[in-house]
């Protein structure tokens, strides 16, 4: 059955192309940034036959491509995409275009300018990105899929316009291991989560490790995510585990880091406060012990001679006017901005060497 859908897949994107005066690219001809590893299926995140131990539901989220682009460049004035999904599923507190569509940035004037929105349809989708662009050649970011497995993709240009690869020179490497937030719930579009943001504002590589409601830091994970090399490490995972499993799990899961890399900075950042807690006290409590004990830790090792060990407080990740979020809960895009304010000046003062005395 993978055979002869794989077959229908091929066939629909070399023979249906034709005939629209489109030619059709593989995207693993082209490059691909974001993996944690160059091992596994392409559109893998992580390798989850080499990290077997991992818990079903952090495998399964590692088969979603979030925060994984692929760069090209082209002459052509349009630019189509043809993929397919596993899943076709819907998400009430997500668009599909962020869950299961494409979404391409061109560069202009030396920063990546969104061109197009790859809309899907059910699990196989061809769909024009944009046209009618002048000619030259422009160099292109595509962000893949949030919240479902790829399958196969090739990128469409015009008859006798060409498609290669695109070498981006990253000033360095960004791991953030998470929640869904990480991931990119909810997001109207792949390039619009939190560290697709943050990649193109800093012009660094960014390794997206969100597992929707599973970014607990069980040991087994902290192992996959330590082998990650990077110029920062990212923990904004305060979210997901209970408030007894960050005091039991923090200081293992960032000292596994630690020990690889023991002149990395690590920047933890506290939960959003859930503006589902507006009313409801069991949310506003919980939330309230997630981050008092997140903190804790934190102070705990700093205390303990750990250096270059951050915190970002969660308080003012949203703003406070409660408009923040889709949901109660996940960020809609002026959630994720508002973050992006709080976390971008922070990251770049520790890239930077210049993060100031607490």
Not at 23 to 47: I, N
Not at 193 to 210: C, D, H, K
Not at 317 to 339: Q, S, Y
Request: aromatic share 10%.
């Amino acid at each position: 059955m993978k055979i002869s859908l794989t077959i229908v897949f091929l066939f629909f994107v070399y023979y249906a192309g034709s005939a629209q005066d489109v030619q059709y690219t593989d995207a693993k001809a082209l490059t691909l940034y974001g993996r944690s590893a160059v091992s596994g299926p392409h559109f893998h995140r992580v390798d989850t036959a080499r990290y077997n131990d991992m818990p079903k539901h952090v495998k399964v989220l590692a088969t979603y491509p979030a925060g994984l682009a692929i760069a090209f460049k082209t002459d052509s004035k349009e630019i189509y995409g043809r993929w397919r999904i596993k899943h076709g599923r819907s998400y009430k507190n997500m668009t599909m275009i962020a869950s299961r569509g494409l979404d391409l940035y061109i560069k202009r004037d030396g920063q990546w300018v969104f061109a197009g929105a790859g809309v899907p349809g059910d699990t196989v989708t061809t769909h024009k990105i944009v046209g009618n662009m002048a000619d030259g050649k422009k160099e292109c970011l595509l962000f893949l899929p949030t919240y479902d497995e790829l399958l196969e993709l090739a990128v469409g240009v015009e008859k006798g316009s060409y498609v290669r690869p695109l070498t981006i020179e990253w000033k360095g490497k960004i791991v953030i291991y998470g929640s869904s937030i990480t991931q990119g719930a909810s997001a109207s579009r792949p390039g619009m989560a939190y560290p697709a943001q943050l990649s193109r504002r800093l012009g660094y590589e960014i390794v997206n490790l969100g597992f929707s409601g599973s970014g607990k830091m069980e040991e087994s994970v902290g192992r996959m995510v330590a082998d990650a090399g990077a110029d920062l490490f990212i923990l904004d995972c305060a979210a997901n585990p209970s408030p007894q499993e960050i005091l039991d799990r923090t200081e293992n899961f960032v000292k596994q880091i630690r020990v690889k890399h023991p002149g990395v900075p690590i920047l933890m950042i506290e939960s959003v406060v859930r503006e589902g807690g507006n009313f409801d006290q069991k949310i506003q409590k919980r939330v309230w012990d997630q981050n008092n004990n997140f903190r804790r830790m934190h102070a705990k090792l700093v205390q303990e001679g750990m250096e270059k060990l951050y915190l970002i407080n969660g308080d003012d990740l949203l703003g406070h006017d409660h408009e923040g979020t889709v949901d109660g809960t996940h960020p809609n895009d002026l959630g994720f901005d508002r973050m992006l304010q709080v976390i971008e000046p922070k990251v770049r003062a520790i890239l930077t060497g210049n993060y100031p005395t607490e």
